[in-house]
C-alpha cells in the first residue's frame, strides 16, 4: 500500500524503527525534567535551527498541533484582533478559531496578519514574493501557517514572525505534535500584551523550553521521533530543489500525458500553485471511479477537502514519498 494522502500522510520507512528504539532505550519513560530527556530537547531545537536554516534568534518551541498554534497566536500574539486573508478551508478554520478568542474588529485595527502559505485544501501556495510584499505593506506580525510546506521548501524566514507546522505532514512523522517558531519581534509583542492565563500561554511556553521544559507532560515520543527524522533528512536547500522539481513534473504531467483524461489541475494560475500538494479536479464520478481504481492497485489518493470534497483529488508532494512511489502513480494515471 502506498499513500499520497496529504496528511496524515506517509511516515518514513525508518520512523518503524525509530520508535522501537524509543520504548527499547526507555526513551519514553524518561522523566520531562531530566537531563536525559531535556537534551533531547535541545538537540531537537539545535537540529531544527540546522536542518531548516532558521534565524539564530528565532525560538523555536514544540506543541501539540497546528490548530493550537492557531489559539495561541489568537490569545498570546494579538492584541485586539486578527486579519485573515483566505482562499480555501484551512485560512477559514483559522478565522473562526480565532475569531472565538479575538472577535474581528476593522481592518484597520488588526494587529496580526494570518496567512496560510500552503492552502492544503485547494493547492495553492503564498509565494515568498507575494509574502514580502505582505511585510511591506503591514507594520503589525504576521503569522504563517505552514503545515503542509515546512520541511517541503524553504521559506524566507524573516518574512514573517511566527511560522507553525504539525509534524503529520512533510515531515514525514505521526501527528500529535508541532513546531512553532517565534521572532524576537513577536516575543516582544507577547510580552507587551502579557497574557499569562493558559497552560500554552506563549509567554509560559517560551519560559519553559528555554530551559529545553515544556508546561505539560509532552508528546517525548514524537519529539524524539523528530530528532532522529531530522537527523536522517538533508539540508533544506537540497529537499527543495527535489520538491520543486517534482512539482514540475506533476503539473508538466497533467498538461501533457493527462491532456485527453476527464482531470485537470485544479488551480489555472502556475504562480500560485503549489509545490507540495497537487490538486486535480474532475466530476464527480468520475473522481469516485479514479480513486477507486488506484486503491485496488494499492494506491491512496488524496481525497478532496471543503468546497472541493467530491470534485477534486489531492496528491501528496512530500518528501517522503519516492521517487519509485511517484513512479507507481504516474504509471497507473497513463494507463487509466
Ligand atoms: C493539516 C493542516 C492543519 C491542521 O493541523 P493539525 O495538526 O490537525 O492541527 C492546519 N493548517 C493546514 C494548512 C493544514 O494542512
Redesign the pocket.
Given at each position: 500500500m502506498i499513500t499520497f494522502y496529504?496528511?496524515p500522510s506517509k511516515v518514513y520507512p525508518q520512523v518503524a524503527d525509530y520508535a522501537a528504539e524509543a520504548i527499547r532505550e526507555g526513551i519514553v519513560s524518561l522523566n520531562h525534567r531530566s537531563a536525559g530527556f531535556m537534551d533531547i530537547v535541545k538537540e531537537t531545537v539545535r537540529l531544527l535551527h540546522d536542518k531548516l536554516d532558521i534565524p539564530a534568534d528565532y525560538h523555536i518551541a514544540l506543541v501539540s498541533?497546528?490548530?493550537?498554534?492557531?489559539e495561541i497566536v489568537a490569545q498570546s500574539l494579538t492584541a485586539v484582533s486578527s486579519l485573515h486573508p483566505y482562499n480555501g478551508a484551512?485560512g477559514k478554520?483559522?478565522a473562526e478559531y480565532a475569531y472565538k478568542i479575538k472577535p474581528p474588529v476593522s481592518l484597520s485595527d488588526a494587529d496580526v496578519l494570518c496567512l496560510?502559505q500552503?492552502?492544503?485544501?485547494n493547492g495553492t501556495q503564498v509565494s515568498m514574493e507575494t509574502l514580502a510584499q505582505f511585510r511591506r505593506d503591514f507594520s503589525a506580525l504576521i503569522a504563517v501557517?505552514a503545515?503542509?510546506s515546512m520541511a517541503g521548501i524553504q521559506f524566507d524566514w524573516s518574512l514573517a514572525d511566527v511560522w507553525f507546522a504539525?509534524v503529520?505532514?512533510c515531515f514525514g512523522l505521526p501527528?500529535g505534535l508541532?513546531v512553532l517558531i517565534y521572532s524576537p519581534a513577536a516575543l516582544k509583542r507577547a510580552e507587551e500584551i502579557g497574557e499569562n492565563a493558559h497552560y500554552n500561554s506563549l509567554l509560559f511556553i517560551h519560559e519553559n523550553f528555554s530551559k529545553f521544559q515544556t508546561p505539560y507532560t509532552p508528546n517525548g515520543l514524537g519529539i524524539y521521533l523528530l530528532m532522529r527524522v531530522l537527523q536522517q533528512v538533508p539540508p533544506i536547500g537540497t529537499v527543495d530543489a527535489l520538491t520543486k522539481k517534482r512539482a514540475t513534473d506533476w503539473y508538466a504531467f497533467f498538461e501533457q500525458e493527462m491532456m485527453n483524461s476527464p482531470f485537470r489541475v485544479l488551480i489555472n494560475d502556475p504562480t500560485t500553485r503549489s509545490d507540495t500538494v497537487i490538486a486535480v479536479q474532475g466530476n464527480e464520478q468520475e473522481v469516485n471511479k479514479l480513486k477507486k481504481a488506484a486503491q485496488q492497485e494499492g494506491i491512496t489518493l488524496g481525497n478532496g477537502y471543503g468546497d472541493w470534497k467530491n470534485t477534486t483529488f489531492r496528491i501528496a508532494n512530500f518528501p517522503a514519498i519516492t521517487d519509485e512511489e511517484i513512479g507507481t502513480l504516474t504509471q497507473f494515471l497513463r494507463s487509466y
Open positions: 496529504p496528511g498541533s497546528a490548530t493550537e498554534c492557531w484551512f478554520k483559522w496560510v500552503n492552502e492544503t485544501s501557517d503545515v503542509s504539525s503529520q505532514k501527528a508541532a
